[in-house]
């Protein structure tokens, strides 16, 4: 299946629990280390915004500049459609993408990235708010595969600062459970 598919259908999942979120969600701790709901979110609409640009034009000049607004889910879900809207070009999937501070890819690399955040990502809120989270299961077994090439070295991930250490897990630990684990989240985390 398209890795855009499959992105749009984690998207679709993290839509599920996000589209509910109340003003007094946004000061709930999550798992990612030092970052609220808001902070999460903030990260998220950032993304979406920059891969968006990306995937357009080949690079984005500024990976941080998500806001919120007034109203949280309307900034979340504007940044989403921007993503989606630049997934329609079939020439993106070869075409180099620069990701931030991580380097040049083709664009199928760059969206596979962008998968693994949003599953990653979707995890995390729905901890926060104390929800299941269900992502496509095609979606979660590409993110996974995906994961399991991020180097598990921990110079290469405190370096990057985007991964936490491997979270070791038993052999019967769910797929979703690994890939936290592999992200560097305690899937026990409360």
Not at 20 to 29: F, K, N, T, V
Not at 165 to 177: I, K, Q
Request: glycine share 8%.
């Amino acid at each position: 299946m398209d890795v855009r598919e499959l992105d749009r259908r984690a998207l679709a999942a993290l839509d599920e629990i996000v589209r509910d979120l109340r003003p007094e969600d946004l000061i709930r701790r999550t798992p990612c280390e030092g970052w609220d709901l808001a902070d999460l979110l903030r990260h998220q609409v950032s993304e979406n915004h920059g891969f968006a640009i990306a995937l357009r034009k080949g690079s984005a000049p500024d990976w941080h500049s998500g806001t919120l607004g007034e109203d949280a889910y309307r900034s979340y879900a504007a940044s989403v459609e921007e993503y989606l809207n630049a997934l329609d070009d079939d020439g993106l999937l070869d075409r180099q993408v620069t990701v931030g501070e991580f380097g040049a890819f083709p664009g199928h690399v760059a969206v596979s990235m962008h998968l693994v955040d949003s599953v990653a990502h979707g995890w995390d809120i729905a901890k926060s708010l104390g929800r299941p989270f269900e992502p496509a299961s095609e979606a979660l077994q590409a993110a996974l595969r995906i994961a399991e090439q991020i180097p598990a070295d921990p110079e290469f991930r405190l370096e990057r600062g985007t991964f936490g250490a491997v979270v070791e897990v038993g052999a019967e630990a769910s797929e979703l459970d690994r890939l936290v684990a592999l992200l560097g989240r305690s899937p026990d985390w409360r």
